[in-house]
Nanobody
Framework: VQLAESGGGLVQAGGSLRLSCAASGSIFSINAMGWHRQAPGKQRELVAAITSGGVTDYRDSVKGRFTISRDNAEKAVYLQMNNLKFEDAAVYYC???????????????WGQGTQVTVSS
């Protein structure tokens, strides 16, 4: 199973970026999907998550600015980030809880990360 992220880059404060993540490989089902981020010298933190049924959750600092969505048929999750702030700069990691077979347990999978840089 692989999670491939795209969409990171350099953006001015107040600008927007859209991150995408597609899961591939031997996938039986996907439970929750989400985005985490890690800034230099800080711990990785949850940014947003979405269940297979579409229930979403956001950390307080991004509520009203970020929107998470998913396409179950494409096995993909997206993060629309608007009004980006300096403190949003980090490496963003895609996360998914995946089962590879009907008899196997769900386990966590991570992407390699995509850099988001916010400039003045």
């Amino acid at each position: 199973v692989q999670l491939a992220e795209s969409g990171g880059g350099l953006v001015q404060a107040g600008g927007s970026l859209r991150l995408s993540c597609a899961a591939s490989g031997s996938i039986f089902s996907i439970n929750a999907m989400g985005w985490h981020r890690q800034a230099p010298g800080k711990q990785r933190e949850l940014v947003a998550a979405i269940t297979s049924g579409g229930v979403t959750d956001y950390r307080d600092s991004v509520k009203g600015r970020f929107t998470i969505s998913r396409d179950n048929a494409e096995k993909a999750v997206y993060l629309q980030m608007n009004n980006l702030k300096f403190e949003d700069a980090a490496v963003y990691y895609c996360h998914a809880v995946i089962r590879t077979g009907w008899a196997t347990p769900f386990r966590d999978y991570w992407g390699q990360g995509t850099q988001v840089t916010v400039s003045s």
